[in-house]
């Protein structure tokens, strides 16, 4: 268990003089300040690194991650994250990003207790409700989890377009944009799910809310 754990500074090691003799200035720059296009919002699995996976460098996008990549009105980690990647980091991109073979939509298809997580997972299982005349239909249970692996994503990335740090972004005329993506862990490609979001012409219009006086003349 220690040789584990220490095995982590031991690589730590190697990274930094990996990447010090790439870039003589690469902490030094990175130190400076970050300025991420995207703010990320994906699973705490840990097959899906998002840097790793978008072969993106430390600073370029702003990470949030909790079970099944959930965006939930209620969640102030999750709203103070975005706030601040919207307001202070000023990114330009949202991604949504769940994954096929989620262990999080895979447990809200059944019904076996868990433990505390079955209340963060009934979310999950409002998705299934919303579409469950399609999923339903899919006989294949690895099939039927994949669609709803999309599905939530999907639902996502409308919450998110429902927040009020979104509207107002969009309403002062920030060029945001929301996306929707998922990842197969069996091939290692992100797959675009063509459901992006940059304004509020898609939203219901209960869930519009009257920025007007929000507004930066």
Same mark, same amino acid.
């Given at each position: 268990?220690?040789?584990?754990?220490?095995?982590?500074?031991?690589?730590?090691?190697?990274?930094?003089?990996?990447?010090?003799?790439?870039?003589?200035?690469?902490?030094?720059?990175?130190?400076?300040?970050?300025?991420?296009?995207?703010?990320?919002?994906?699973?705490?699995?840990?097959?899906?690194?998002?840097?790793?996976?978008? @072969?993106?460098?430390?600073?370029?996008?702003?990470?949030?991650?909790?079970?099944?990549?959930?965006?939930?009105?209620?969640?102030?980690?999750?709203?103070?994250?975005?706030?601040?990647?919207?307001?202070?980091?000023?990114?330009?991109?949202?991604?949504?990003? @769940?994954?096929? @073979?989620?262990?999080?939509?895979?447990?809200?298809?059944?019904?076996?207790?868990?433990?505390?997580?079955?209340?963060?997972?009934?979310?999950?299982?409002?998705?299934?409700?919303?579409?469950?005349?399609?999923?339903?239909?899919?006989?294949?249970?690895?099939?039927?989890?994949?669609?709803?692996?999309?599905?939530?994503?999907?639902?996502?990335?409308?919450?998110?377009?429902?927040?009020?740090?979104?509207?107002?972004?969009?309403?002062?005329?920030?060029?945001?944009?929301?996306?929707?993506?998922?990842?197969?862990?069996?091939?290692?490609?992100?797959?675009?799910?063509?459901?992006?979001?940059?304004?509020? @012409?898609?939203?219901?219009?209960?869930?519009?809310?009257?920025?007007?006086?929000?507004?930066?003349?």
């Amino acid at each position: 268990m220690i040789k584990s754990y220490k095995k982590l500074f031991t690589n730590n090691q190697k990274w930094v003089e990996e990447r010090t003799k790439e870039n003589p200035d690469f902490f030094n720059d990175l130190a400076e300040r970050q300025s991420p296009q995207f703010l990320w919002i994906g699973c705490s699995d840990s097959r899906v690194p998002a840097n790793e996976i978008t @072969g993106t460098m430390p600073g370029d996008i702003f990470v949030h991650r909790n079970i099944a990549n959930m965006v939930i009105h209620t969640d102030i980690s999750m709203l103070s994250v975005l706030d601040y990647a919207v307001n202070v980091l000023e990114v330009k991109h949202i991604i949504v990003c @769940g994954h096929y @073979g989620c262990g999080g939509v895979n447990t809200a298809m059944g019904n076996k207790q868990v433990g505390l997580i079955d209340n963060w997972l009934r979310h999950i299982k409002d998705v299934y409700r919303l579409h469950k005349d399609e999923l339903n239909a899919i006989e294949d249970m690895a099939k039927r989890s994949d669609r709803l692996v999309e599905l939530n994503v999907q639902e996502q990335v409308h919450d998110l377009t429902k927040t009020s740090i979104v509207q107002n972004a969009w309403a002062n005329g920030k060029a945001l944009q929301v996306h929707g993506l998922v990842y197969d862990i069996k091939n290692g490609y992100l797959q675009d799910l063509n459901i992006t979001a940059d304004n509020t @012409g898609e939203i219901e219009h209960f869930y519009k809310l009257d920025l007007a006086e929000h507004v930066i003349s």
